[in-house]
């Protein structure tokens, strides 16, 4: 018997398990191979096939100067459920591997003829399979196999497929690119804060706004120093807030910074979210950062416009609503017609709802510029709901409920929280033409005492409620169906957060809408 060859009982020991390609290899044909029959193959090849079919990994084997294959279990997957298995068991590399026998031929002959490894990874390998040349990607290795003489007699490919796995990196680097592209047409700046260790990470706009070199990073003292020093709390109290656990998570805040080289002033608006971890603490801070500074200034000269624009408009506003004063007592002593009558009443409404329209931008002008003054006494203020209401009752048909507590002292500005009653209550009136009933409450919660002005009306869709206090947002969307300039709410919020009081809305649409505000007792 030759000496590279194995006894008939030893040879099948080897050729023993391997799934399907053990079974395949064990019924094959060999005779009419190049290598003979499995009794006649040499104990190396053997070796490696014994190896290779207990393996669960991917393996590949090209045996000879024909290289004849061999694969296992782990591999036939990779082949498809159409194409190369099982023909490729037993055939030569050439006839299998046409489509990329030139890409692969080299690396077989250098283990095999110089006995020398070598390793691709994610390398693009297009094969045939499931009726079509795929493309597909491979990190593999290929490595000599020794011969019982010392020279190689294969190449042993173990790999595995990397396909998908390419695809998604793919589809996360375009998703990635896709992104800096947005950031950077958008002109936002992206941040990043470790709050374990204070490490403040930014992108280059960041850095080109704080007047630092694109190569440096961003001590946090840096950023911190480039805030005005009018904003440096605000912005400070914000983000402890924020990092507070239980908060909303949610960072929003307009503040101004100065580059520190060029002295350029700037105002940014800074949206982030703090993450917490099982234990309630925070272990990221991240955001953009948007340059705001051109809408600043066209909100300041808009605010500016209205401030001059009303001031000019009150006088002859104020005489003409005189004038019409005294023509409705002249109406009512000298004989007119009905006509008369009925013109003169709807000039004096048109009038009124024309001074009340000045009055909200007036003041908005006020509270921009921080000058909406309150002047504070102590009062009751479920008689001050009964007084707006009385007043608001004689105009209109609603029927207004007034029910809860009789005696909450409140330290506020009468007329300044009056007026939002009365804008609670009108809206309640406007957004409900098809229900005549309106339900305020009065009642202590805690140590604030809390008014709420239900209505059982169109209600208010939920996606608005977020909005409903900003500036000059209107609830209809069309802007035709009621009037107003969407500027009620907004100083009613102010008012009320000057009394370091809250203020609310609850609604569904088609269900009413709730309003209520908060003020502190007065003890």
């Known amino acids: 018997m030759p000496e590279n060859t194995v006894s008939l009982n030893h040879h099948q020991k080897y050729l023993e398990g391997g799934g399907e390609m053990g079974s395949l290899i064990r019924s094959f044909n060999w005779s009419e191979t190049v290598l003979g ?3 006649t193959w040499p104990q190396s090849l053997l070796i490696t096939i014994s190896t290779m079919l207990r393996s669960r990994f991917p393996m590949f084997l090209f045996w000879g100067p024909d290289c004849i294959q061999f694969y296992n279990d782990a591999y036939r997957p990779s082949l498809g459920t159409t194409g190369k298995h099982p023909y490729a068991l037993g055939r030569k590399g050439a006839d299998s591997w046409q489509e990329i026998w030139p890409l692969i031929l080299p690396q077989i002959e250098k283990a095999m003829h110089y006995g020398e490894s070598t390793y691709s990874e994610n390398e693009l390998v297009p094969m045939y399979r499931n009726g079509s040349i795929e493309n597909v990607y491979w990190t593999y290795s290929y490595s000599p196999v020794i011969k019982e003489c010392g020279t190689p007699g294969g190449a042993l490919v173990i790999c595995y497929e990397t396909t998908k796995a390419v695809h998604a990196f793919n589809t996360a680097e375009e998703s990635k690119n896709q992104l800096q592209f947005a950031i950077e047409s958008a002109d936002l700046g992206t941040w990043d804060l ?20 694109q190569d ?16 440096r709390d605000r912005v400070a109290n914000a983000i402890t807030a924020t990092m507070q656990y239980g908060s909303d998570n949610n960072y929003d805040i307009v503040y101004g910074i100065q580059n520190k080289v060029s002295g350029q002033k700037r105002v940014l608006r800074a949206k982030g979210k703090v993450v917490f971890n099982n234990e309630n ?53 000298e004989p007119v017609s009905d006509k008369f009558k009925l013109f003169t009443n709807k000039a004096a409404n048109n009038i009124n ?31 001050l709901v009964k007084d707006s209401c009385d007043h608001i009752s004689q105009g209109t048909d609603h029927d207004i409920t007034i029910t809860g507590e009789k005696e909450l002292m409140v330290y506020a500005d ?12 009108s809206n309640a009136i406007k957004y409900s033409p098809q229900s005549k009933k309106i339900d305020i409450t009065v009642e202590q919660q805690g140590p604030d005492a809390k008014v709420t002005v239900s209505d059982y ?12 206090f900003d500036r000059y947002y209107r609830v209809d969307a069309l802007g035709h169906q009621f009037s107003g300039l969407g500027l009620g709410l907004y100083i009613s919020s102010d008012i009320i957060k000057r009394h370091d009081g809250d203020i609310g809305v609850e609604s569904q649409w088609g269900e009413g809408s709730k309003f209520w505000f908060t003020l502190p007792i007065d003890q």
């Open 281 to 333: 603490i925070a272990t990221r801070f991240s955001g953009i950062l948007l340059d705001v500074t051109d809408d600043v200034e066209v909100e300041k000269r808009k605010d500016e416009f209205i401030s001059v624009a009303s001031h000019e408009l009150k006088t002859p506003i104020t005489s003409l609503n005189a004038s019409l004063q005294i023509l409705e007592k002249l109406v009512k002593l």
């Open 457 to 468: 009306g169109i209600g208010i869709n939920p996606d608005k409620l977020p909005h409903l």
């Open 37 to 39: 029959t499995p009794d």
């Open 353 to 383: 709802k024309l001074v009340h329209l000045l009055d909200d931008l007036l003041n908005v002008t006020k509270i921009q510029q921080g000058q909406l003054a309150l002047s504070k006494n102590r009062f009751n203020l479920a008689e």
């Open 194 to 213: 470790d709050p374990a260790t204070n490490r403040f990470i930014g992108n280059n706009r960041i850095k080109e706004w704080f007047g630092l070199t």
């Open 216 to 231: 440096s990073d961003i001590a946090l003292p840096d950023a911190i120093e480039a805030i005005l020093p009018e904003d």
């Open 414 to 425: 009468y007329r300044r929280i009056d007026q939002v009653l009365v804008n609670f209550i």
